[in-house]
């Protein structure tokens, strides 16, 4: 008879073989490595990939970063050729609200002098004259500039009659102010104005926004004449869809009382 094998022998064969053939875990390629080996290359590895990682992001981060600043010089840029548009070379300008400075940057190359540019922080990125604002007296003196430019800034305005004031007083005869401002022509420009405003409150007070009509009839109170004005694409700016427009207002001759 042939000899049979019990359960327990089996077993104790099986445990023979596994001890004197102990398995090795497998590489990725397929083939078998030592216990001590896998362990020692899994940190070099782990740290390979987080120094990868690491790098992608940087990079990332850096050219995200020189695109948000090409968006931004090139949207000042595209503005100051448009302000340029309206004044003589030569002019002298006070920019209002300057922020970053870029505007006041390029609209002095495009007319030949030098642009002043005064804020209420000391956000100016760009070379130019800066001046600190105090948010009620603009620093400089009577009667010196031949334009001054506002762009977004009077919906800002705690009091928007005391910067028109101090446009005014600043402009000389016969000067002008070009002003851009956010109108809340529709439900959406309505949403996307509160929206800027409660971004803003806390670091300029809550905003004013005006129609049209309203602006027509400040700037008449406050002594200007309005030349030109026009509607501008909402789309100037994708990340703030409003309606929006472009007033050139001049500087009359006939004493102010309000």
Not at 19 to 46: H, K, M, N, W, Y
Not at 55 to 79: C, F, N, P, T
Not at 116 to 123: A, E, F, R, T, Y
Not at 213 to 238: H, K, P
Request: charged share 30%.
């Amino acid at each position: 008879m042939a000899e049979k094998i019990t359960r327990s022998q089996t077993g104790s064969i099986a445990t023979q073989f596994l001890s004197a053939q102990p398995l090795r875990p497998l590489r990725l390629s397929g083939e078998r490595s030592d216990t001590t080996v896998f362990a020692a290359e899994t940190p070099r590895t782990l740290r390979w990939r987080r120094e990868l990682i690491e790098a992608l992001l940087r990079g990332i981060k850096r050219r995200w970063a020189r695109e948000r600043r090409r968006r931004k010089v090139g949207r000042a840029y595209d503005m100051a050729q448009e302000i340029a548009r309206v004044l003589p070379r030569g002019s002298e300008v006070l920019d209002v609200g300057c922020g970053n400075g870029f505007i006041a940057h390029h609209l002095s190359g495009m007319l030949g002098t030098s642009v002043v540019g005064i804020d209420l922080g000391n956000s100016a990125e760009a070379a130019i004259d800066y001046r600190r604002y105090n948010g009620a007296h603009f620093p400089v003196v009577d009667e010196s500039f031949d334009a001054v430019l506002l762009c977004y800034v009077l919906h800002h305005a705690q009091d928007v009659s005391v910067v028109l004031d101090e446009m005014r007083r600043v402009l000389r005869d016969g000067g002008c102010a070009i002003i851009y401002e956010d109108i809340p022509g529709s439900w959406w420009d309505r949403g996307v104005c509160s929206w800027h405003n409660l971004l803003w409150k806390t670091r300029t007070g809550s905003c004013t926004f005006r129609d049209e009509s309203e602006w027509r009839a400040l700037f008449e109170t406050f002594g200007f004449e309005i030349v030109s004005e026009r509607r501008l694409s909402r789309w100037r700016n994708l990340t703030h869809p409003v309606r929006r427009r472009f007033y050139l207002l001049k500087k009359s001759k006939i004493s102010v009382s309000y």
